[in-house]
């Protein structure tokens, strides 16, 4: 036993010096430590050092946590510019009957899709008889999310990619690159109000400059919005955007035009006109600037009501 005793207390003794080299209670001269009975001693040593042996441990953790988000930030984005690369299709979600949700996963959990706010992504695939379509998409998931992407996509009976997308099944692939576009957040950096003119797919970049900004509590820019659809059920993001005017009523505003409005509708009817645009649309100054994207024909006319409005080509961007 007193051999077991002195083992213990050697043994003791160097854990002890180890945790604490400049205060082992083991080395105090008048300490009668070893004394104790075995049982004492070693409850008396685990009480002692509990302390520093959680401090040691929650230290470790710390460790391993904070390197793994910086692992994680280091990873670098999916996006490559000078080549194509795959995405595999998670699932797709109905929105409406003609419009769909597709998800499909980056390579990794913790990856970012790499897209600067605005600018768009070239989705290609091939057909059965061996043509190659391409398609430019911009995303409707954030730009800081995490291991997947979003496209909201409206499904035409002659459209090939549209098509291809809603024949897709989960576990399939299509082949992406990017980003592309000339937008950037800092052309408007100053600006306080932004005016968009938006038709139909031509949304989906507004949607997602319109919300980089008003989820940044110290950002006070103002949006004001004029969608055109064929019909109500054309409407894309509907749900998001009215949801964004609920949120941010003194921020962000959306003013619906249809072509073929429904008995009882509220909003615009027929074509966006330079009535519709002077009154919903912030005037020009040098704190404005209206941004543009739609179908090609309608986006000319718009270009031509805004310059008869005063708007000058500085304070005018087209996707």
């Known amino acids: 036993q007193k051999t077991s005793r002195l083992c213990l207390c050697i043994h003791l003794h160097l854990i002890c010096w180890s945790l604490h080299p400049s205060s082992c209670f083991l080395c105090a001269e008048d300490d009668d430590f070893s004394m104790l009975p075995f049982e004492q001693m070693s409850l008396a040593v685990l009480l002692d050092h509990f302390s520093s042996i959680l401090l040691v441990g929650?230290?470790?953790?710390?460790?391993?946590?904070?390197?793994?988000?910086?692992?994680?930030?280091?990873?670098?984005?999916?996006?490559?510019?000078?080549?194509?690369?795959?995405?595999?299709?998670?699932d797709t979600k109905v929105l409406t009957h003609n419009t769909r949700r597709f998800r499909f996963v980056l390579p990794h959990q913790d990856q970012k899709l790499g897209l600067p706010v605005g600018q768009h992504i070239s989705i290609k695939t091939t057909l059965p008889d061996?043509?190659?379509?391409?398609?430019?998409?911009?995303?409707?998931?954030?730009?800081?999310?995490?291991?997947?992407?979003?496209?909201?996509?409206?499904?035409?009976?002659?459209?090939?990619?549209?098509?291809?997308?809603?024949?897709?099944?989960?576990?399939?692939?299509?082949?992406?690159?990017?980003?592309?576009?000339?937008?950037?957040?800092?052309d408007?950096?100053?600006?306080?109000?932004?005016?968009m003119i938006a038709g139909g797919t031509g949304i989906t970049p507004m949607y997602q400059v319109a919300v980089?900004?008003?989820?940044?509590?110290?950002?006070?820019?103002?949006?004001?919005?004029?969608?055109?659809?064929?019909?109500?059920?054309?409407i894309l993001l509907k749900d998001e955007l009215d949801d964004l005017a609920a949120r941010f009523p003194d921020r962000f505003s959306v003013y619906y035009v249809l072509d073929k409005p429904p008995t009882g509708w509220t909003g615009g009817s027929g074509f966006v006109t330079a009535e519709m645009i002077q009154r919903e649309l912030p005037g020009p100054g040098e704190g404005c600037i209206v941004?543009?994207?739609?179908?090609?024909?309608?986006?000319?006319?718009?270009?031509?009501?805004?310059?008869?409005?005063?708007?000058?080509?500085?304070?005018?961007?087209?996707?």
């Open 58 to 90: 929650l230290v470790i953790l710390i460790l391993v946590i904070t390197a793994k988000d910086i692992v994680c930030g280091m990873r670098k984005p999916f996006l490559d510019p000078s080549q194509w690369k795959k995405l595999t299709l998670l």
């Open 130 to 186: 061996g043509s190659v379509v391409m398609r430019p998409y911009t995303p409707t998931s954030d730009g800081e999310a995490r291991g997947f992407v979003d496209f909201v996509v409206k499904v035409y009976p002659d459209g090939k990619m549209s098509q291809s997308l809603d024949k897709l099944k989960p576990g399939e692939t299509m082949e992406f690159k990017g980003p592309k576009g000339r937008y950037s957040m800092q």
């Open 188 to 195: 408007h950096g100053s600006k306080t109000h932004v005016g």
């Open 212 to 234: 980089a900004h008003l989820k940044n509590p110290n950002n006070t820019t103002k949006f004001s919005l004029i969608f055109a659809n064929v019909t109500e059920d054309d």
């Open 291 to 319: 941004l543009r994207c739609g179908p090609r024909p309608m986006m000319d006319v718009m270009e031509r009501h805004l310059d008869g409005l005063g708007y000058p080509k500085e304070q005018q961007f087209q996707f």
